[in-house]
């Protein structure tokens, strides 16, 4: 009742202030009329009319039209965000019907961009950053997501992109994981794959807590705005667009070594596959392969292997020559990726409203054999002016994600990579093993030349299936009110659906970890559904031409339910049969539900003084069902500040434009982690495992505070923009600091105490860091011209107070210090080199000892655009400075002993059983040290000699991996990848004429080259757990219109 | 105005009907808040009856690990875990069984509570353990509930030692029913032997204590064998507090399917000797016979180990020329194998063997030693591997009798033999008690010093959150620190 009251508030409040105002002074005439865009003659709205050098003033309702009391004698002037303002003299008329031009788009004052609930507003009225990258951008070149597309093109936007087939990019906006809103609508689910990247008229990336403070605790990370192209008015228009792109070739791959093959301590017999010999292991720690010796039939060095045929006379296995018949196995391997994305949308409108409606299709198949995803999108949107004052708006999209397979990721025996690039020897060759069930034993035994750790990847590509099929809705309807020329109300009514189905399919001797399938066949389905209604009010006046006040307020709630149910067998009684009724033993299976709901009132309020000062407050109140009553509900307040100083002061010739901005805002957050479990605030029982089906429960290592509040984030933002000459060169720059307290974090308690840890608020971070944009066009002829644009950003995250540790530490982090510190267990002398143990292997430290940074230094995009006649030529290049990112790949390479870098005489030693090698590094001679509690060393009183220990090479790197030869595997994140090239012709009208409006067609590439510090791995994930090699896409795009 | 107002009216009534209240959102509709004692119940048993431990057995050299160079076998160990969070389960069932009035759960809740804090006293040394379990108990939250102090281990073996007697003592039958019990099926009786043979173990590992008049070991051990009938003991095989192993995916063996276990795991040279050395059957289901030796399994000569000291090259080359013995196929392959033990009938026999020999109980030393023997024997014969005829000619061999003068030390090594992938680090704990049986150390794999650590340090959580406690128990126990040499007051 409380939130009932206050909107109840705010509307009066709101309705007094319309009949305050309503008065107008007296004038001679009724002037009325419709204003329309002078590029498509569609009706505007919301186009401001004033009597010039007067307070009197109006604008248009949704229907394009308006009223206003003139004198004969005076002027009208029309004015409208995006649009040339124009003049109009009355003159006598009392209908006067206007064409307003849209205002040239680099003009940095007209530049209007989407904010915070959907409203268009001034980009130079702001107080805080918003980047707005139009849909253009993604039309061409494709990538699997919408997302994907803005890599390297926002300042503060990190976007890592995986090599791994329908994996969702990961997306950071500061550090943090924004929100994303399509439409105005939240979709809290993000899934990347559901939005049509050709439905996308603009993405428009609001950076921080203050401009995101509208949405609330969602908005606490910033947001991603999508908005969508909607129904043009004027006669039918369809747009066909279809690109084509192979992936043809390796941007990266790993390098493995080809001289050695499997076995261990260079002896390599094969007995069954599963272990009782050399076999068994795994290792690729094997004899040198192409040995010559007289002595065999081959003139080679022979042993047995896995397709030896059987001697009939004695049972036993021929020995086979031990040649290096598997040198290009990974390329053998993988196949040519496409990935196809073709669109059709037509659009047709008229004086009352519009429709456009779209479908697309994108076909991708893997580069992995048998893996492939599909993805089809229906939308239909429209709006009408249903009387002169009320118009809706509705859309309504249907998208389609289905796999019947696609590979699994991360470091384990399910991933191909394991088998083909990490542990099989170059003995082996891939091709020979297409053919994957062991004769006789169809569907029952995989073939396979080792049957104790690995599969074959043939046989996981065909057998062991992940499918996937998920159907999203969503759409929103608005309803716009035009109650008088000052005063609207808009309701709006989104939601967001979906429905899942994964199903996994495991085969008889499939060999994980810890298992030998008997087949499996698990089902996961969900289904989510959110609904988001908002009411708004808006209220905007004009007083005078120095005053100007826009006051919105609005109220809304949300509710999402989700629904999840995974069953699976346990064991398959009939091979290759899925079905849970063919299950061994009993069916596993659990749920769950989870609701969530949210409930708000807010208000915003944008006052322009003096032309040059923009003032942007807002205010939010929320209650949420994530916290424990006593403490639901809470306010967030922003305030904004923008002065456009090139509009009041006479600058310097070259700076064309200069605005100043700072904004300030704090915003909470009642949900925990991510949100994603809405009864994370409730300390209750886990479900323990069954016994003999004997059920069990488990009370929580981790208690909870009782009274949890939410999590705060104040942050404050400064920046400057900048045009010089003419606007041709503008720079754009942003500091900011956030301040984030209250955090809900688990604060760790000896274990003794009954609980490891807590739930609960605590502790001080600061968000520090820096974004720049340059944008210009260096040169710009009548034929040619060049656009090109730098993106820099910098961003970190350091703890300032441990608020529950006595010694001012959370974890191994201490106050002060940044929070991005990567920790190893190696033991090291203070300057860096190995310690050795006696026994000639790397020792391990008892503590956790800092190694250095994982945050990227600097991320950077660059976008360049040359456009000569018809032609046009666009790249973009961007990447990483700096941090350390861990390599899995390489570290199991140097452990298997697939790592070309382990082909040296001390291998050839090891293989003949000597003990050669020597670990750089030192041992400690005498003395000791001794430590803190936090492994800080007090004293220290070590001498340290050069370690002399000659041991066995295998045996060092099948303990140690190498590590410290290695950087401990860590590698700087330094990149540089030339993202995406797209080269277009654009027909010439007189060819399309009749036929075409226009037509455009372009070769496109993208992930064509990579420059990396990071050996055999993309580093554009920003982490490495055994990637899919990183691959070239090049093709074609033909886009027309008619 | 008239018409704003109904559509006012209506998009105020869509914005805020049809929610459901804020309050109905603070019940989880997943997770349960509270629960019968016999769920926790359940979980305690899963977790405290699963025993089997590769560390351990590396570490008594049982077996060696030939996948990359272990610090449990090469004794370069560190730190340790503690157990407190099933003390929490523990506890916790305390809390459930007092809210709802079953009382057996109460009593049994205090023996795990023992159990675990013997676990860890074993591990470390002193622990905390009379100020533990307040933020649980009594929702404290302050700094003396979440940074407990430390007990002396003495301590800490008297209320151990006073809570099982209470918990034998007060188990009741005539209480409500225990249900949820996967070890006894709610049977008093055998939970009763089951504490009364744990205390009997817990008291002979405080033999080095046997003239501490305030623990009074002897009378106490005493006081339960001379009284069968308040306090019974494990009576046979069938009494073991075992877990069984079921075929159905997370009740299997712990290392069933494991691909380590079918290519890593070999036995140690040591522990073949002393398997070969007494002629003893039991190798046959412990060990692979070796690739080379072409020898039948029931041969004694087919069998050879690894060497747990050597460097690691040192034994995969040996294992590549198939002259070691891996470790039993059943390990890997059998998915029910053998039970788990947390205490089972031959350990008490040779508790009550070794209390004769030291002069606690009257008895005769060697009848308990060849019962224990015996059903060692019987417990390990899978699928029947060896015949009763062959356990009897096994216990008339003899140097298999005891030995005046070296008789603790043949208790001992039959233990450890009964003991092999079994009741966790017991083995390694008696060898540190008693020195039986001698682990090699000469191999260039060797760490520490060639020495065989006596405890491990404590956990780096511990230093994080409870730091001064640990350091001045530290203080107080360890002239040289927090180090794997230290020798706690039990081995003093």
């Given at each position: 009742?409380?939130?009932?009251?206050?909107?109840?508030?705010?509307?009066?409040?709101?309705?007094?202030?319309?009949?305050?105002?309503?008065?107008?002074?007296?004038?001679?005439?009724?002037?009325?009329?419709?204003?329309?865009?002078?590029?498509?003659?569609?009706?505007?709205?919301?186009?401001?009319?004033?009597?010039?050098?007067?307070?009197?003033?109006?604008?248009?309702?949704?229907?394009?039209?308006?009223?206003?009391?003139?004198?004969?004698?005076?002027?009208?002037?029309?004015?409208?965000?995006?649009?040339?303002?124009?003049?109009?003299?009355?003159?006598?008329?009392?209908?006067?019907?206007?064409?307003?031009?849209?205002?040239?788009?680099?003009?940095?004052?007209?530049?209007?961009?989407?904010?915070?609930?959907?409203?268009?507003?001034?980009?130079?009225?702001?107080?805080?950053?918003?980047?707005?990258?139009?849909?253009?951008?993604?039309?061409?070149?494709?990538?699997?997501?919408?997302?994907?597309?803005?890599?390297?093109?926002?300042?503060?936007?990190?976007?890592?992109?995986?090599?791994?087939?329908?994996?969702?990019?990961?997306?950071?906006?500061?550090?943090?994981?924004?929100?994303?809103?399509?439409?105005?609508?939240?979709?809290?689910?993000?899934?990347?794959?559901?939005?049509?990247?050709?439905?996308?008229?603009?993405?428009?990336?609001?950076?921080?807590?203050?401009?995101?403070?509208?949405?609330?605790?969602?908005?606490?990370?910033?947001?991603?705005?999508?908005?969508?192209?909607?129904?043009?008015?004027?006669?039918?228009?369809?747009?066909?667009?279809?690109?084509?792109?192979?992936?043809?070739?390796?941007?990266?791959?790993?390098?493995?070594?080809?001289?050695?093959?499997?076995?261990?301590?260079?002896?390599?017999?094969?007995?069954?596959?599963?272990?009782?010999?050399?076999?068994?292991?795994?290792?690729?720690?094997?004899?040198?392969?192409?040995?010559?010796?007289?002595?065999?039939?081959?003139?080679?060095?022979?042993?047995?292997?896995?397709?030896?045929?059987?001697?009939?006379?004695?049972?036993?296995?021929?020995?086979?020559?031990?040649?290096?018949?598997?040198?290009?196995?990974?390329?053998?391997?993988?196949?040519?990726?496409?990935?196809?994305?073709?669109?059709?949308?037509?659009?047709?409108?008229?004086?009352?409203?519009?429709?456009?409606?779209?479908?697309?299709?994108?076909?991708?198949?893997?580069?992995?054999?048998?893996?492939?995803?599909?993805?089809?999108?229906?939308?239909?949107?429209?709006?009408?002016?249903?009387?002169?004052?009320?118009?809706?708006?509705?859309?309504?999209?249907?998208?389609?994600?289905?796999?019947?397979?696609?590979?699994?990721?991360?470091?384990?025996?399910?991933?191909?990579?394991?088998?083909?690039?990490?542990?099989?020897?170059?003995?082996?060759?891939?091709?020979?093993?297409?053919?994957?069930?062991?004769?006789?034993?169809?569907?029952?035994?995989?073939?396979?030349?080792?049957?104790?750790?690995?599969?074959?990847?043939?046989?996981?590509?065909?057998?062991?299936?992940?499918?996937?099929?998920?159907?999203?809705?969503?759409?929103?309807?608005?309803?716009?009110?035009?109650?008088?020329?000052?005063?609207?109300?808009?309701?709006?009514?989104?939601?967001?659906?979906?429905?899942?189905?994964?199903?996994?399919?495991?085969?008889?001797?499939?060999?994980?970890?810890?298992?030998?399938?008997?087949?499996?066949?698990?089902?996961?389905?969900?289904?989510?559904?959110?609904?988001?209604?908002?009411?708004?009010?808006?209220?905007?006046?004009?007083?005078?031409?120095?005053?100007?006040?826009?006051?919105?307020?609005?109220?809304?709630?949300?509710?999402?339910?989700?629904?999840?149910?995974?069953?699976?067998?346990?064991?398959?009684?009939?091979?290759?049969?899925?079905?849970m009724s063919n299950s061994i033993s009993p069916i596993v299976s659990s749920n769950y539900l989870r609701e969530r709901r949210t409930a708000?009132?807010?208000?915003?309020?944008?006052?322009?003084?003096?032309?040059?000062?923009?003032?942007?407050?807002?205010?939010?109140?929320?209650?949420?069902?994530?916290?424990?009553?006593?403490?639901?509900?809470?306010?967030?307040?922003?305030?904004?500040?923008?002065?456009?100083?090139?509009?009041?002061?006479?600058?310097?010739?070259?700076?064309?434009?200069?605005?100043?901005?700072?904004?300030?805002?704090k915003v909470n957050t009642g949900f925990i982690s991510n949100g994603s479990d809405p009864y994370a605030h409730i300390l209750t029982y886990?479900?323990?495992?069954?016994?003999?089906?004997?059920?069990?429960?488990?009370?929580?290592?981790?208690?909870?505070?009782?009274?949890?509040?939410?999590?705060?984030?104040?942050?404050?933002?400064?920046?400057?923009?900048?045009?010089?000459?003419?606007?041709?060169?503008?720079?754009?720059?942003?500091?900011?600091?956030?301040?984030?307290?209250?955090?809900?974090?688990?604060?760790?308690?000896?274990?003794?105490?009954?609980?490891?840890?807590?739930?609960?608020?605590?502790?001080?971070?600061?968000?520090?860091?820096?974004?720049?944009?340059?944008?210009?066009?260096?040169?710009?002829?009548?034929?040619?011209?060049?656009?090109?644009?730098?993106?820099?950003?910098?961003?970190?995250?350091?703890?300032?107070?441990?608020?529950?540790?006595?010694?001012?530490?959370?974890?191994?982090?201490?106050?002060?210090?940044?929070?991005?510190?990567?920790?190893?267990?190696?033991?090291?002398?203070?300057?860096?080199?190995?310690?050795?143990?006696?026994?000639?292997?790397?020792?391990?430290?008892?503590?956790?000892?800092?190694?250095?940074?994982?945050?990227?230094?600097?991320?950077?995009?660059?976008?360049?655009?040359?456009?000569?006649?018809?032609?046009?030529?666009?790249?973009?290049?961007?990447?990483?400075?700096?941090?350390?990112?861990?390599?899995?790949?390489?570290?199991?390479?140097?452990?298997?002993?697939?790592?070309?870098?382990?082909?040296?005489?001390?291998?050839?030693?090891?293989?003949?059983?000597?003990?050669?090698?020597?670990?750089?590094?030192?041992?400690?001679?005498?003395?000791?040290?001794?430590?803190?509690?936090?492994?800080?060393?007090?004293?220290?009183?070590?001498?340290?000699?050069?370690?002399?220990?000659?041991?066995?090479?295998?045996?060092?790197?099948?303990?140690?991996?190498?590590?410290?030869?290695?950087?401990?595997?860590?590698?700087?994140?330094?990149?540089?990848?030339?993202?995406?090239?797209?080269?277009?012709?654009?027909?010439?009208?007189?060819?399309?004429?009749?036929?075409?409006?226009?037509?455009?067609?372009?070769?496109?590439?993208?992930?064509?080259?990579?420059?990396?510090?990071?050996?055999?791995?993309?580093?554009?994930?920003?982490?490495?757990?055994?990637?899919?090699?990183?691959?070239?896409?090049?093709?074609?795009?033909?886009?027309?219109?008619? | 105005?008239?018409?704003?107002?109904?559509?006012?009216?209506?998009?105020?009534?869509?914005?805020?009907?049809?929610?459901?209240?804020?309050?109905?959102?603070?019940?989880?509709?997943?997770?349960?808040?509270?629960?019968?004692?016999?769920?926790?119940?359940?979980?305690?048993?899963?977790?405290?009856?699963?025993?089997?431990?590769?560390?351990?057995?590396?570490?008594?050299?049982?077996?060696?690990?030939?996948?990359?160079?272990?610090?449990?076998?090469?004794?370069?160990?560190?730190?340790?875990?503690?157990?407190?969070?099933?003390?929490?389960?523990?506890?916790?069932?305390?809390?459930?069984?007092?809210?709802?009035?079953?009382?057996?759960?109460?009593?049994?809740?205090?023996?795990?509570?023992?159990?675990?804090?013997?676990?860890?006293?074993?591990?470390?040394?002193?622990?905390?353990?009379?100020?533990?379990?307040?933020?649980?108990?009594?929702?404290?939250?302050?700094?003396?509930?979440?940074?407990?102090?430390?007990?002396?281990?003495?301590?800490?073996?008297?209320?151990?030692?006073?809570?099982?007697?209470?918990?034998?003592?007060?188990?009741?039958?005539?209480?409500?029913?225990?249900?949820?019990?996967?070890?006894?099926?709610?049977?008093?009786?055998?939970?009763?032997?089951?504490?009364?043979?744990?205390?009997?173990?817990?008291?002979?590992?405080?033999?080095?204590?046997?003239?501490?008049?305030?623990?009074?070991?002897?009378?106490?051990?005493?006081?339960?064998?001379?009284?069968?009938?308040?306090?019974?003991?494990?009576?046979?095989?069938?009494?073991?507090?075992?877990?069984?192993?079921?075929?159905?995916?997370?009740?299997?063996?712990?290392?069933?399917?494991?691909?380590?276990?079918?290519?890593?795991?070999?036995?140690?040279?040591?522990?073949?000797?002393?398997?070969?050395?007494?002629?003893?059957?039991?190798?046959?289901?412990?060990?692979?016979?070796?690739?080379?030796?072409?020898?039948?399994?029931?041969?004694?000569?087919?069998?050879?180990?690894?060497?747990?000291?050597?460097?690691?090259?040192?034994?995969?080359?040996?294992?590549?020329?198939?002259?070691?013995?891996?470790?039993?196929?059943?390990?890997?392959?059998?998915?029910?194998?053998?039970?788990?033990?947390?205490?089972?009938?031959?350990?008490?026999?040779?508790?009550?063997?070794?209390?004769?020999?030291?002069?606690?109980?009257?008895?005769?030393?060697?009848?308990?030693?060849?019962?224990?023997?015996?059903?060692?024997?019987?417990?390990?014969?899978?699928?029947?591997?060896?015949?009763?005829?062959?356990?009897?000619?096994?216990?008339?061999?003899?140097?298999?009798?005891?030995?005046?003068?070296?008789?603790?030390?043949?208790?001992?090594?039959?233990?450890?033999?009964?003991?092999?992938?079994?009741?966790?680090?017991?083995?390694?704990?008696?060898?540190?008690?008693?020195?039986?049986?001698?682990?090699?150390?000469?191999?260039?794999?060797?760490?520490?010093?060639?020495?065989?650590?006596?405890?491990?340090?404590?956990?780096?959580?511990?230093?994080?959150?409870?730091?001064?406690?640990?350091?001045?128990?530290?203080?107080?126990?360890?002239?040289?620190?927090?180090?794997?040499?230290?020798?706690?007051?039990?081995?003093?």
């Open positions: 009742m409380k939130l009932a009251a206050c909107m109840a508030f705010l509307l009066a409040l709101l309705s007094s202030a319309c009949f305050a105002q309503t008065t107008l002074p007296a004038g001679n005439n009724k002037v009325t009329g419709v204003v329309h865009s002078a590029k498509d003659s569609s009706v505007l709205s919301s186009v401001s009319i004033m009597v010039k050098g007067s307070t009197r003033g109006t604008t248009t309702n949704t229907a394009g039209t308006y009223s206003i009391t003139a004198g004969t004698g005076e002027v009208l002037v029309f004015s409208l965000l995006g649009h040339i303002t124009r003049e109009v003299p009355v003159a006598g008329s009392t209908s006067i019907d206007v064409y307003m031009q849209v205002g040239e788009m680099n003009q940095l004052s007209e530049v209007v961009v989407t904010t915070a609930l959907g409203i268009k507003k001034q980009q130079k009225a702001l107080g805080y950053a918003v980047q707005e990258v139009s849909g253009e951008t993604m039309a061409k070149t494709k990538v699997p997501t919408a997302i994907g597309a803005l890599t390297g093109k926002v300042a503060g936007l990190n976007v890592k992109n995986t090599t791994d087939l329908f994996q969702n990019p990961e997306i950071t906006l500061r550090g943090v994981t924004p929100l994303i809103v399509i439409d105005g609508i939240p979709d809290p689910n993000a899934d990347p794959y559901k939005l049509n990247a050709d439905d996308i008229e603009s993405i428009s990336v609001l950076k921080g807590p203050a401009a995101g403070a509208l949405y609330g605790a969602l908005g606490i990370n910033g947001a991603i705005l999508y908005t969508t192209k909607k129904g043009r008015k004027g006669k039918l228009t369809v747009e066909v667009n279809s690109s084509t792109m192979f992936q043809t070739g390796f941007t990266k791959v790993p390098k493995v070594q080809t001289q050695y093959g499997n076995g261990d301590a260079g002896k390599y017999a094969y007995i069954n596959g599963s272990g009782n010999g050399t076999e068994g292991g795994g290792w690729i720690w094997g004899p040198k392969l192409d040995q010559k010796d007289p002595s065999t039939p081959s003139g080679y060095y022979e042993t047995t292997q896995y397709n030896s045929p059987v001697d009939p006379a004695t049972g036993k296995l021929v020995p086979l020559p031990w040649i290096s018949r598997g040198k290009d196995n990974i390329k053998n391997f993988f196949r040519t990726g496409i990935l196809s994305t073709n669109s059709v949308s037509a659009s047709v409108g008229s004086e009352k409203g519009s429709f456009r409606m779209s479908a697309s299709h994108i076909a991708q198949k893997g580069v992995v054999p048998n893996t492939g995803v599909n993805n089809t999108s229906f939308s239909f949107g429209g709006n009408y002016a249903l009387t002169s004052k009320l118009s809706m708006d509705a859309k309504l999209t249907y998208n389609r994600e289905y796999s019947d397979n696609y590979p699994t990721v991360g470091y384990g025996p399910p991933n191909i990579l394991y088998n083909l690039l990490l542990w099989i020897g170059p003995d082996v060759d891939i091709r020979d093993l297409k053919d994957y069930w062991v004769k006789g034993k169809e569907g029952l035994q995989q073939k396979n030349y080792n049957l104790s750790w690995y599969n074959n990847p043939y046989f996981v590509v065909n057998e062991l299936l992940n499918g996937y099929k998920r159907s999203n809705s969503f759409g929103q309807t608005t309803f716009d009110y035009q109650i008088t020329n000052d005063l609207s109300a808009r309701l709006r009514t989104g939601f967001n659906q979906f429905s899942s189905d994964k199903d996994v399919k495991e085969p008889y001797s499939y060999i994980a970890y810890d298992y030998i399938s008997k087949g499996n066949y698990s089902v996961t389905t969900a289904s989510y559904f959110d609904i988001t209604t908002d009411l708004i009010i808006n209220y905007k006046h004009r007083f005078s031409n120095n005053f100007n006040i826009n006051v919105t307020a609005g109220g809304a709630n949300a509710y999402r339910n989700e629904k999840q149910l995974y069953t699976s067998t346990d064991g398959l009684t009939i091979p290759g049969y899925y079905n708000s009132v807010y208000g915003m309020a944008d006052i322009e003084a003096f032309r040059f000062l923009y003032f942007n407050f807002t205010g939010r109140y929320d209650k949420t069902s994530t916290l424990p009553l006593q403490n639901n509900g809470f306010f967030y307040p922003s305030a904004g500040i923008s002065a456009v100083l090139s509009d009041v002061l006479q600058l310097p010739q070259p700076i064309s434009f200069l605005k100043t901005r700072a904004s300030w805002a886990n479900i323990g495992a069954k016994w003999n089906n004997v059920p069990s429960l488990r009370w929580p290592a981790r208690a909870i505070q009782p009274d949890l509040v939410p999590a705060t984030v104040k942050s404050g933002e400064y920046g400057v923009a900048a045009g010089f000459f003419g606007n041709r060169i503008t720079i754009d720059a942003t500091y900011f600091r956030n301040r984030e307290y209250n955090k809900i974090v688990e604060v760790a308690q000896s274990q003794a105490s009954g609980f490891t840890s807590m739930l609960k608020n605590a502790n001080v971070y600061e968000r520090k860091g820096w974004e720049f944009m340059i944008n210009g066009v260096p040169v710009k002829t009548k034929d040619f011209k060049w656009e090109t644009g730098v993106n820099l950003s910098t961003m970190h995250v350091w703890l300032k107070d441990a608020t529950d540790d006595p010694d001012g530490y959370y974890q191994n982090i201490k106050e002060g210090s940044r929070t991005d510190k990567i920790f190893i267990s190696a033991s090291r002398a203070p300057d860096g080199q190995a310690i050795y143990n006696s026994n000639g292997m790397q020792a391990t430290d008892p503590y956790a000892r800092f190694f250095g940074h994982s945050d990227a230094d600097w991320i950077y995009g660059w976008q360049n655009t040359f456009t000569y006649k018809n032609l046009s030529l666009s790249f973009s290049v961007d990447g990483r400075l700096g941090g350390l990112i861990y390599s899995t790949t390489n570290q199991k390479m140097w452990w298997g002993g697939t790592a070309p870098g382990t082909v040296n005489n001390f291998r050839d030693d090891a293989n003949a059983g000597k003990s050669t090698y020597v670990g750089p590094g030192v041992v400690v001679e005498s003395g000791k040290v001794d430590y803190d509690a936090h492994g800080n060393i007090i004293s220290d009183t070590r001498k340290f000699a050069p370690n002399t220990k000659a041991v066995n090479y295998i045996g060092f790197m099948q303990t140690t991996s190498g590590q410290m030869l290695n950087n401990y595997f860590y590698y700087k994140g330094t990149y540089l990848k030339m993202r995406e090239l797209v080269l277009t012709y654009n027909v010439p009208g007189k060819f399309t004429k009749g036929v075409f409006n226009s037509a455009s067609v372009s070769f496109i590439g993208n992930n064509l080259f990579l420059l990396a510090k990071m050996p055999n791995v993309d580093p554009d994930s920003e982490r490495d757990q055994l990637q899919t090699p990183s691959m070239r896409s090049m093709g074609i795009n033909i886009n027309f219109k008619f | 105005m008239k018409r704003f107002n109904i559509i006012a009216g209506v998009m105020m009534v869509a914005v805020f009907v049809s929610c459901k209240k804020f309050d109905s959102f603070q019940e989880n509709p997943n997770n349960p808040t509270t629960a019968d004692p016999s769920l926790l119940l359940t979980n305690l048993e899963m977790n405290s009856f699963s025993t089997i431990a590769t560390d351990a057995a590396l570490a008594s050299r049982q077996l060696v690990y030939t996948q990359s160079s272990s610090n449990a076998q090469y004794y370069g160990w560190q730190r340790s875990g503690m157990s407190y969070s099933n003390i929490s389960q523990a506890v916790k069932m305390e809390l459930e069984a007092a809210r709802v009035g079953k009382s057996n759960y109460r009593y049994l809740g205090k023996f795990f509570k023992s159990y675990y804090a013997i676990l860890m006293t074993q591990t470390f040394g002193d622990i905390p353990y009379s100020q533990m379990m307040q933020s649980l108990t009594n929702n404290k939250f302050d700094s003396t509930a979440t940074r407990p102090v430390y007990d002396k281990q003495q301590e800490v073996y008297l209320n151990v030692l006073n809570e099982l007697k209470i918990a034998s003592d007060s188990l009741s039958g005539s209480s409500v029913a225990i249900t949820g019990d996967i070890i006894y099926g709610g049977n008093i009786d055998k939970w009763k032997r089951l504490i009364n043979s744990f205390t009997l173990r817990v008291l002979m590992s405080l033999s080095k204590k046997e003239s501490n008049a305030t623990l009074n070991i002897k009378q106490r051990f005493d006081e339960i064998v001379s009284n069968p009938a308040k306090y019974p003991l494990l009576a046979s095989n069938s009494d073991n507090g075992q877990l069984k192993y079921y075929n159905v995916t997370g009740n299997q063996y712990p290392f069933y399917n494991s691909n380590s276990m079918k290519t890593d795991y070999y036995l140690d040279s040591t522990f073949v000797d002393i398997l070969q050395d007494l002629q003893d059957p039991r190798l046959f289901v412990y060990g692979q016979p070796t690739v080379a030796s072409g020898l039948p399994a029931n041969d004694f000569d087919a069998y050879d180990g690894l060497s747990g000291s050597a460097n690691l090259s040192a034994n995969t080359v040996k294992k590549g020329q198939g002259k070691a013995s891996q470790i039993n196929r059943r390990y890997a392959y059998e998915a029910i194998n053998e039970p788990s033990l947390l205490i089972g009938y031959a350990e008490v026999q040779f508790l009550l063997a070794e209390a004769a020999v030291r002069g606690w109980i009257g008895g005769n030393a060697g009848d308990y030693y060849k019962k224990g023997i015996e059903a060692s024997l019987n417990f390990s014969n899978f699928g029947n591997t060896y015949s009763s005829a062959d356990i009897q000619t096994y216990l008339n061999q003899p140097a298999i009798a005891l030995q005046p003068g070296n008789e603790i030390s043949q208790i001992i090594t039959q233990k450890y033999i009964s003991m092999f992938m079994n009741t966790g680090w017991q083995a390694f704990y008696e060898q540190r008690r008693t020195g039986t049986p001698v682990f090699e150390t000469a191999g260039g794999g060797i760490l520490n010093g060639g020495k065989v650590p006596k405890r491990w340090m404590y956990p780096t959580d511990e230093y994080n959150n409870n730091r001064v406690n640990v350091e001045n128990a530290v203080k107080d126990q360890y002239p040289d620190g927090d180090n794997i040499n230290g020798v706690m007051w039990l081995l003093q």
